[in-house]
């Protein structure tokens, strides 16, 4: 296929979905590639146009694009890995490339045209997933700073993808299976609203044993060790949480002392609800105050009452 022919398919996927971001910009890198300056111009400002901006905001949008550098990866490589410490933004030009994540395995293949990495940069946390080539890829590199600066012309550039960014985060911490998986979506996202991200090294500690508990977190990315201390002073494994795994609800619930340590075994991502916002999420979501409840008596060895039955739940002042 010629550079003309994956020019003009690009143009032709960014206006079936004039409102993505990662299709834009690739629809003018590619029209610029192919000679096509015209179109180009036309698809940055159509864009602009589009998010309220003027004219101001489409040169902008259509100078980024331009200072953006162009990288290529064989295929097997990685764009970005899992819990390192970085913040460029990729759009896919051409190849498929494939979304992994320790201690889960592959969640995704992400297409021509998508954004990757905003979620780290946006967030300000360390990756959260790996992404590799799945064959060769061709991708632009922004960094963080440009989009900033953008953001200054095209206000809608910078939410559009904090908005990407979060969805796929509450889509991770939230699924349906997790203590908040009941809620509905303007709910979840108000919940994760409330979240504090925290990235801690290998060998960190989140929590440390017989001391007080200051939140619940949800793992996004990364492996943590649950031990105990025995009474001959050794360590004792008690289990090994991955990405969705939570921890920290049981010295909140019943305002004790921490049971146990829970140390990173690897970079670890943590989105966190400190006492105050917990007990506030369980007073506005029963569902989710079920869930906590039973995911507590699970851990606690103390078997079901019934439907309605209930372990009492420490109450904290408002303020």
């Known amino acids: 296929m010629t550079s003309l022919d994956q020019a003009q398919r690009a143009l032709e996927?960014?206006?079936?979905?004039?409102?993505?971001?990662?299709?834009?910009?690739?629809?003018?890198?590619?029209?610029?590639?192919?000679?096509?300056?015209?179109?180009?111009?036309?698809v940055a400002h159509a864009y602009a146009k589009r998010h309220d901006a003027g004219e101001a905001g489409g040169a902008a949008l259509l100078a980024l694009v331009q200072r953006a550098e162009a990288v290529r990866f064989e295929a097997g490589v990685a764009l970005m890995r899992e819990g390192v410490d970085e913040d460029a933004i990729f759009?896919?030009?051409?190849?498929?490339?494939?979304?992994?994540?320790?201690g889960v395995g592959e969640l995704t293949q992400l297409p021509p045209g998508t954004v990757v990495g905003e979620i780290a940069s946006l967030a300000g946390t360390a990756r959260t997933a790996s992404v590799y080539a799945k064959g060769p890829v061709e991708a632009l590199r922004?960094?963080?700073?440009?989009?900033?600066?953008?953001?200054?012309?095209?206000?809608?550039?910078?939410?559009?993808?904090?908005?990407?960014?979060?969805?796929?985060?509450?889509?991770?911490?939230?699924?349906?299976?997790?203590?908040?998986?009941?809620?509905?979506?303007?709910?979840?996202?108000?919940?994760?609203?409330?979240c504090l991200p925290a990235t801690l090294a290998e060998g960190q500690e989140a929590v440390r044993e017989g001391e007080p508990g200051h939140a619940i977190c949800i793992i996004a990315s990364g492996m943590a060790e649950v031990w105990r201390r025995g009474a001959d002073g050794e360590?004792?494994?008690?289990?090994?949480?991955?990405?969705?795994?939570?921890?920290?609800?049981?010295?909140?619930?019943?305002?004790?002392?921490?049971?146990?340590?829970?140390?990173?075994?690897?970079?670890?991502?943590?989105?966190?609800?400190?006492?105050?916002?917990?007990?506030?999420?369980?007073?506005?979501f029963p569902d989710a105050k079920a869930r906590v409840l039973d995911m507590a008596r699970d851990r606690l060895g103390v078997p079901s009452l019934g439907p309605k039955a209930r372990l009492p739940v420490t109450q904290t002042p408002d303020a």
């Open 13 to 42: 996927a960014a206006q079936r979905s004039p409102h993505d971001l990662g299709l834009c910009i690739r629809a003018i890198r590619l029209l610029e590639v192919a000679g096509m300056r015209a179109e180009a111009h036309s």
């Open 91 to 102: 759009v896919l030009l051409h190849g498929d490339a494939r979304v992994r994540r320790l």
């Open 142 to 194: 922004f960094l963080p700073a440009g989009f900033a600066e953008l953001s200054h012309k095209l206000p809608g550039v910078y939410a559009r993808l904090r908005e990407t960014g979060r969805a796929r985060l509450v889509a991770q911490l939230f699924g349906p299976t997790s203590i908040f998986g009941a809620l509905n979506g303007l709910e979840r996202a108000a919940l994760f609203e409330q």
């Open 235 to 284: 360590r004792r494994v008690v289990t090994t949480l991955g990405p969705g795994s939570v921890f920290g609800e049981l010295a909140l619930l019943y305002d004790r002392q921490a049971n146990a340590t829970v140390e990173a075994l690897t970079t670890l991502t943590l989105f966190c609800l400190d006492r105050h916002r917990f007990h506030d999420a369980l007073a506005r």
